[in-house]
C-alpha cells in the first residue's frame, strides 16, 4: 500500500510526514493536508473582436489558437491564411444533421455552417451581412438565450446552440411579419447577428409595453413576451401605410429594432429601376 502523502495548506508544496514545519513557507505540520491542493478551472479566453464601417459594418475577429467559430455561409469578407474553415452540417450522427438542416432551414438559413479555426498560430477573420445595415454583439452566459429576426445571425463562438423557436399565438404566427418561426441563439458565447439601417434599443421594465412594425424587430431576450395586435381603425390600417398589424413587445428585457428593413429596401430598390426601365 502506498503511503498517504501530505501536502502544505499554505503553498502547496509536498512535505514529510515526519517534518515538523513546511520547508518551502514554514507552515507548521499540523496544517496540512493529505491530497494536493485543487487545480483552480481556467477560464475560457474571451474572443476579441471589433466592429468597424458605417453603414455597412464588418466584424473583424481575432482567433488564438484553439478557439473556433462557426458561420453562415457566405458570410466572411476575408480571412488570413492561418486560419483554416470547413463547411459542414450541424448535428451528431446522420439524424442530428438532417434536423439541424431542418431547422436552419425553417430560419431562413442555408443548410451549413462554416467552421474557422487556426492552425496553430493566431489568425483574423472578417464578417459582413449582405445588405447595408448594423452588426450587434450577445455576450451570452451560459444558458441566457436571446430571439432574433429569421437570416439575422452571421457568426459565433462554437460554443454557441443555434436553435428555432416558435411564436406562441397562431395569429402571432400568421400576422407576424416574420411568421411562425425565431432563431434562437443559447450561450455560453458571443454571437453576432445583421440586420438593416440603424439599431435602437430598449430596456423595458416589468409590463411595460413596446408597439412595433413587425417587420422592424431585429432581437429581444427570451424573458420579453411577444404578440401581434391589430393596428386601430379601419381606415388608418388601409390607408395610414403601416400595415394592418404591430407587434407588440412586453417586458422585462432588452428589445433591439431596425430602421429599414429588407423588404423595404427591395420595394425603393424595385419601384426606382422599375420607374428607369418603363417596367415592374
Known amino acids: ?32 493536508t493529505t491530497a494536493a491542493p485543487a487545480t483552480p478551472a481556467v477560464a475560457a479566453e474571451p474572443l476579441k473582436y471589433e466592429i468597424e464601417g458605417d453603414n455597412l459594418e464588418c466584424v473583424r ?12 455561409a457566405g458570410k466572411m469578407v476575408y480571412k488570413t491564411p492561418d ?3 470547413e463547411t459542414k452540417m450541424t ?32 489568425g483574423e477573420v472578417g464578417f459582413a451581412g449582405e445588405f447595408p445595415g448594423r452588426i450587434r454583439a450577445f455576450d451570452l452566459s451560459a444558458g441566457q438565450s436571446v430571439l432574433c429576426q429569421r437570416d439575422a445571425f452571421i457568426v459565433a463562438e462554437a460554443t454557441v446552440e ?3 423557436a416558435f411564436t406562441k399565438k397562431l395569429g402571432t404566427g400568421f400576422f407576424g411579419g416574420e411568421g411562425f418561426i425565431l432563431q434562437k441563439l443559447t450561450g455560453p458565447g458571443t454571437a453576432f447577428i445583421h440586420a438593416g439601417g440603424d439599431f435602437i434599443e430598449f430596456q423595458l421594465k416589468q409590463g411595460e409595453t413596446l408597439q412595433v412594425d413587425t417587420g422592424c424587430i431585429v432581437a429581444f431576450d427570451e424573458s420579453v413576451h411577444y ?22 413587445l412586453t417586458g422585462p428585457g432588452k428589445v433591439i429594432i431596425q430602421t429599414m428593413t429588407l423588404s423595404k429596401l427591395r420595394r425603393q430598390l424595385g419601384g426606382g429601376l422599375g420607374a428607369k426601365s418603363g417596367g415592374g
Do not use: Y
Not at 231 to 240: D, H, K, N
Open 91 to 122: 448535428g451528431e450522427g446522420l439524424g442530428g444533421k438532417l434536423m439541424g438542416a431542418l431547422k436552419r432551414k425553417l430560419t431562413g438559413e442555408s443548410l451549413f455552417l462554416t467552421h474557422f479555426k487556426t492552425s496553430g498560430s493566431a
Open 227 to 248: 404578440d401581434v395586435q391589430f393596428a386601430g381603425g379601419i381606415a388608418t390600417s388601409l390607408f395610414g401605410g403601416e400595415g394592418l398589424f404591430l407587434a407588440t
Open 61 to 72: 475577429i481575432h482567433l488564438k489558437p484553439g478557439q473556433e467559430i462557426i458561420a453562415e
Open 162 to 164: 443555434l436553435g428555432i
Open 83 to 85: 486560419v483554416n474553415w
Open 1 to 32: 500500500m502506498l503511503p498517504c502523502m501530505a501536502f502544505c495548506t499554505n503553498c502547496g508544496t509536498q512535505i514529510d510526514d515526519s517534518a515538523a514545519f513546511c520547508g518551502s513557507c514554514g507552515t507548521p505540520s499540523g496544517e496540512v
